[in-house]
């Protein structure tokens, strides 16, 4: 069985490749009713983890504790295999919530689903999402997490790039020879994606990807919450946890009902009734409509008038992502972009489907991505008192759906060893220097002086020093085809040689 699965912030969403159609798949939930996607949740309860609609029940029932948004703590840039999170009070590793939410996941597509029983001895093969944003570790953390709750990973791609086979799949005819490309805009749960993408035929290319990891659905629901809370004149330090939460998933509910036609809408604060205007929401909420716009920018094109707008190859913006039904993103976007705004029928399902088109060989869709991080290494230079950097790899490198993508440097080591500490980022300054969201992909100590190549040597004690004209050193990054980089470090002359993959403390 193909699939694509959408391991969604708030949702996790399958769609099935099925004789060239893609159809969602469809779960029973804990009050027997059919939903599109199994909530992306994890709760505590008879002393154990469960998932999903289970955790749902759990909550309602016996009010046991959930956690929402775990992928939300995989783009954590301190997280690492080891990392826990607070449940129920106690500390919970990460990596077995989402093992166990995706065995979860397995689980309900095999027996539970709008897909005839699949046996377990009939792999469930998928192509399996990850924002385009993600670095290594959340793309190395994800990838383990899948294989060790049994699926069968064929290929993991980016979402936006995704969305794009959903858009080319279903509008096959709207790319030309004129208009090569389509802008997708996936806001969804917790991370906001942005990729221009162009097909012919079935061969698509990523031209270029922007993204925030940390802006989605979930911030407009905080924004809400606020706006209530305000309009109830109660101070936010005045909330319990539990009552904050009870006003968020409040906001949640009222904020996914909203229309284009509503005009107030109300919550419960602290056992009184609020109202407020939807237009003091949608004034509170604009700044987070307009970082995507800033975010996405960078896609656009200036045009003679200084104001920024969609290249004129491109068909149009499609907009994907469940928070993108807010009835003002739609606004927005149509005031800046007219009626070349695109909105998916599909909304919370179209990554899914690009996923299910791309595990099934009979599409033949290929897709050539972008590396949407920079990653670079900090040296230590002139005898350990001075750190020089350099950017290895960009965000325009292109990666191969199906092979490995290898960029080398060559020079003379100048010391007895090498001390590199590589980061992952996502801007850099005018002269190149890391900005913002800058992680830590690890650090190796390399032993330039032959005498130190030795594996019982510990090198952490050894100072580091100056030693001129030594040995012809290459260094290799590898980026698999899942956007996973991998070094390798070599001694040209001696042959000795240490390879790491660059996945944060993993
Ligand atoms: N009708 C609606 N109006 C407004 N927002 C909605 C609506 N339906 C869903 N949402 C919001 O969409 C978000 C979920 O979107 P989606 O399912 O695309 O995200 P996800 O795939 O789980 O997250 P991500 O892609 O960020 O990992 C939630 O914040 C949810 O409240
Ligand atoms: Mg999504």
């Known amino acids: 069985m193909r699939l694509g699965v959408d391991f969604g912030t708030t949702t996790t969403t399958v769609a099935v490749a099925d004789r060239g159609n893609y159809p969602a798949v469809s779960f029973i939930d804990h009050n027997g009713d059919a939903q599109d996607d199994i909530p992306s949740v994890v709760g505590w309860s008879n002393s154990a983890l469960v998932f999903g609609f289970d955790a749902l029940r759990a909550m309602d029932e016996d009010e046991a504790p959930l956690i929402r948004s775990i992928k939300r703590l995989l783009s954590d840039s301190s997280m690492t295999p080891r990392s826990t999170f ?33 046996p377990q001895s009939e792999p469930l093969e998928a192509a399996i999402g990850i924002p385009a944003h993600a670095s290594s570790a959340q793309r190395f953390l994800t990838l383990e997490a899948f294989r060790a709750a049994g699926w069968s990973v064929i290929s993991m791609v980016n979402e936006p790039s995704a969305a794009g086979f959903e858009y080319t799949h279903r509008h096959r005819g709207t790319l030309n020879s004129k208009r090569t490309s389509i802008l997708v805009y996936d806001l969804g749960g917790g991370t906001f994606d942005a990729s221009t993408v162009t097909a012919v035929d079935t061969d698509h290319q990523v031209l270029a990807s922007r993204g925030h990891t940390m802006l989605g659905g979930d911030d407009f629901d905080l924004v809400l919450a606020q706006c209530f809370a305000k309009a109830g004149d109660i101070p936010l330090n005045s909330f319990a946890e539990s009552e904050w939460q009870d006003l968020v998933e409040q906001s949640r509910t009222v904020k996914e009902s909203l229309t284009a036609h509503t005009r107030v809408v109300s919550a419960v604060v602290h056992d009184r009734p609020v109202s407020l205007p939807v237009s003091t929401f949608y004034e509170a909420a604009t700044p987070l409509v307009e970082k995507t716009l800033e975010v996405l920018s960078p896609l656009l094109q200036r045009t003679e008038d200084g104001a920024l707008a969609l290249p004129p190859e491109c068909a149009g913006i499609y907009v994907t992502g469940g928070a993108s039904s807010l009835p003002l993103v739609s606004r927005i976007l149509r005031e800046r972009f007219g009626r070349r705004v695109h909105r998916s029928p599909h909304a919370a399902a179209s990554t899914a489907i690009g996923l299910a088109i791309a595990a099934d060989p009979d599409a033949g869709f290929t897709l050539h991505d972008r590396l949407a991080r920079h990653v670079g290494v900090f040296r230590e230079a002139e005898s350990g008192s001075l750190v020089s950097f350099d950017t290895l790899l960009s965000p325009n490198l292109q990666i191969e759906s199906n092979k490995e993508t290898t960029i080398t440097r060559q020079y003379r080591a100048a010391h007895n060893i090498g001390f590199y500490r590589f980061v992952e980022f996502t801007q850099t300054d005018h002269v190149g220097t890391p900005l913002g969201d800058v992680t830590p992909l690890g650090e190796i100590l390399f032993p330039f002086a032959p005498a130190l190549q030795e594996p019982d040597i510990s090198l952490a004690n050894i100072h580091i020093a100056r030693t001129g004209n030594g040995p012809l050193i290459e260094e290799r990054y590898h980026v698999d085809r899942h956007g996973i980089v991998t070094v390798e470090i070599c001694d040209l002359d001696t042959g000795y040689s240490l390879t790491s993959a660059l996945t944060s403390g993993a």
């Open 86 to 118: 607070r449940l129920a009070q106690r500390d919970i590793s990460i990596m077995d919530a989402l093992v166990g939410f995706l065995e979860y996941v397995a689980f309900k597509v095999r027996t539970d689903s709008s897909l005839a029983q699949i």
